[in-house]
């Protein structure tokens, strides 16, 4: 039914945008010989009518789909005992057989609530579908003929219709904004639970968690397998995410520097239209591709070099992990740092020439100064990449939560550790699945720090140059 309604919608705002067109066309006579008189174009008159079909249709979907279906779930289920609707497992699990039931695709016996509550669902859900799509309709047409009556040679269709799109605008900020908010408070909730909820056993104090210096959330699920002690320390998580992150960014940010100084100052531009989307190409690789190449190429590679030099290195290291990630957020660190760079008004450079400049000097103190800003912001969101990124770790750096700063051992971040834990079906009643939301509130707030910095930096530097 809901294809029929949004064919039916398609066709109702094509026709309406057609007839108040046509409508405004006739105001302003043949061929528009008139059309100085009308106040707007035809075009803005036939916008104006599609969105006043459109909104109501739309608006009318959105509110009572779910409603209907709430409504068809809850006849339905009054057909079962007084305890399937109250336990969601039951409830689910019963939903599910009438569904298959309607559609044809139930396969044992029929039990006689279940014949009743499909034989409602059925009902009742094409009665309301016909009643949503009578209700969009009249909506819709309602719409259409409010905008028709109005339109004339003093009616402002134009104002209303940008009007309506600043609306729409509006809540698409809104959403984002909405969205971002909601994120955080649902992760901070979880978090809350994890500290101060009584009835959580194992659970740390906000000093374990934050100062404490071992990571281990597994605890004993059976008698045999003895006293497993745990502990849910941050500092081996946030000194493994730091190590691979110094890393990666002391791989790509030379290179993603220099490269982008060299394509935007002494590359011809022959050379500059392959060699940058060749470059480009390594943001468009998959991570577990890279991870792939980091455990089977990488870390052998650093493992023999070791062994040669008598180095103890471990099968999975944060030197493999970092070397990895750090080809990987190369572009982020060139790309941008090219397009900043081309930013920089020519005649800096003219200013600089005409001094007495050479290039290589008017880049380190002229160029480079006046795109710190940008370079800035390039690197920090390299580092926000490099911070969340997961599957290079795992299969390059290994699960283990060492408190270490040798890049040749193993050791895990924040976000593997967040993957770990929440992997299969989890409950949320348990110190151990909680700890992901107190670890993803935590790393928010360092990657909220970390962006922080960049702004005051690049709003220290902006002042100077603009």
């Known amino acids: 039914m809901a294809g029929i309604y949004f064919l039916t919608l398609a066709f109702m705002v094509a026709a309406a945008y057609f007839i108040g067109q046509g409508r405004a066309s006739t105001l302003a006579g043949p061929a528009g010989t008139t059309l100085g008189a009308v106040h707007s174009l035809p075009a803005y008159h036939g916008m104006l009518a599609a969105s006043a079909v459109l909104v109501p249709m739309l608006l009318v979907y959105l509110f009572s789909a779910p409603l209907l279906q709430r409504w068809i779930e809850a006849g339905a289920l009054a057909a079962y005992p007084a305890d399937v609707a109250a336990d969601a497992l039951k409830r689910s699990s019963a939903l599910r057989e009438i569904f298959n039931v309607v559609s044809g695709q139930h396969s044992g016996a029929i039990s006689p609530e279940l014949k009743q509550a499909a034989a409602y669902y059925s009902q009742t859900a094409r009665s309301g579908n016909w009643l949503v799509f009578a209700v969009g309709l009249i909506a819709g047409l309602g719409g259409l003929a409010f905008v028709y009556h109005n339109i004339g040679v003093s009616f402002r269709a134009r104002n209303h219709f940008e009007r309506l799109i600043l609306v729409v605008l509006w809540l698409c900020a809104a959403v984002?904004?909405?969205?971002?908010?909601?994120i955080v408070f649902s992760v901070a909730f979880e978090t809350y639970r994890f500290f101060f909820d009584p009835a959580l056993k194992?659970?740390?104090?906000v000093t374990q968690f934050l100062f404490g210096?071992?990571?281990?959330?597994?605890?004993?699920?059976?008698?045999?397998?003895?006293?497993?002690?745990?502990?849910?320390?941050?500092?081996?998580?946030?000194?493994?995410?730091?190590?691979?992150?110094?890393?990666?960014?002391?791989?790509?940010?030379p290179l993603g520097l220099f490269s982008a100084i060299y394509l935007s100052e002494y590359a011809s531009p022959r050379f500059r239209t392959w060699a940058k989307p060749?470059?480009?190409?390594?943001?468009?690789?998959p991570t577990v591709v890279l991870g792939f190449f980091g455990a089977l190429t990488v870390a052998p590679l650093i493992r023999g070099w070791g062994e040669a030099l008598g180095l103890d290195v471990?099968?999975?290291?944060?030197?493999?992990?970092?070397?990895?990630?750090?080809?990987?957020?190369?572009?982020?660190?060139?790309?941008?740092?090219?397009?900043?760079i081309n930013a920089v008004p020519q005649s800096l450079r003219d200013g600089a020439y005409a001094l007495g400049s050479t290039k290589s000097e008017t880049i380190r103190q002229v160029v480079l100064?006046?795109?710190?800003?940008?370079?800035?912001?390039?690197?920090?969101?390299?580092?926000?990449r490099a911070i969340g990124e997961t599957m290079i770790v795992v299969m390059a750096a290994g699960l283990a939560a060492n408190l270490t700063l040798n890049p040749l051992d193993a050791v895990t971040t924040i976000t593997v550790q967040i993957k770990t834990i929440l992997v299969g079906d989890q409950e949320f009643d348990s110190a151990k699945t909680l700890a992901a939301f107190a670890l993803g509130f935590v790393l928010f707030f360092v990657t909220l720090m970390l962006n922080v910095i960049a702004m005051n930096v690049v709003k220290k530097y902006r002042e100077q140059y603009d």
């Open 176 to 182: 984002a904004v909405l969205t971002t908010i909601g």
């Open 202 to 205: 194992g659970k740390p104090t």
């Open 213 to 253: 210096t071992e990571w281990n959330p597994q605890a004993a699920l059976r008698a045999d397998q003895g006293d497993i002690k745990t502990a849910f320390g941050f500092i081996p998580l946030l000194t493994g995410t730091l190590l691979i992150t110094v890393i990666a960014i002391c791989v790509a940010g």
């Open 278 to 285: 060749v470059l480009e190409i390594l943001a468009g690789i």
């Open 314 to 340: 471990a099968s999975e290291s944060a030197l493999a992990a970092g070397l990895v990630m750090g080809m990987m957020i190369i572009p982020f660190v060139s790309s941008l740092t090219d397009d900043v």
């Open 369 to 384: 100064p006046a795109a710190l800003p940008g370079i800035v912001s390039a690197f920090m969101l390299a580092i926000s």
